[in-house]
């Protein structure tokens, strides 16, 4: 079987330390605490990245972001950032994309991701408007693991 690449973006590894009382932040926090538990013991890999690194290292919030750190410390690859991903980051960037949000497909498909998982409905829209000029699958946790798990 071949192993699952998984790449979370900072959107992702910051949701179990949002406010839960929110059954849609509660429900994309179960997701991906089960997604890097079964990276534990699945086949899956989770994808890790100098963007991860670099945005959580933007993060004001001290506290946050050592629990952040830890969940970002849990992958079994890593991409660093080169010359050809920036390029290919600016590329997305042009056609519309955040900076952070290129730079991370950008890493995702260095890392040759099966998925990129965001909780990002803005990146979900933008990425959906320009699936084909991306090379990797964009998806919500809590939808992505439900389909896989079943």
């Not at 013991?41 to 945005?55: F, K, P, R, V």
């Not at 590329?91 to 991370?104: I, N, P, R, V």
Request: glycine residues 4%; hydrophobic residues 40%.
């Amino acid at each position: 079987m071949k192993k699952m690449r998984i790449y979370l973006d900072v959107c992702c590894l910051n949701r179990p330390f949002d406010d839960q009382t929110q059954d849609r932040i509660h429900l994309e926090s179960e997701a991906i605490l089960s997604i890097l538990n079964y990276s534990q013991t699945l086949n899956w890999d989770i994808i890790g990245s100098e963007a991860i690194d670099i945005e959580i290292f933007k993060m004001p919030d001290s506290e946050k972001k050592l629990k952040v750190g830890i969940l970002a410390s849990m992958h079994q690859s890593y991409v660093a950032v080169d010359r050809g991903l920036e390029i290919r980051a600016s590329k997305l960037e042009e056609s519309g994309f955040k900076a952070f949000d290129a730079l991370h497909i950008a890493c995702a498909e260095k890392g040759d991701a099966d998925v990129l998982l965001t909780t990002d409905d803005g990146l979900l829209r933008k990425a959906a408007q320009y699936r084909s000029n991306l090379k990797i699958e964009i998806r919500n946790p809590l939808e992505w693991v439900a389909e896989v798990i079943r």
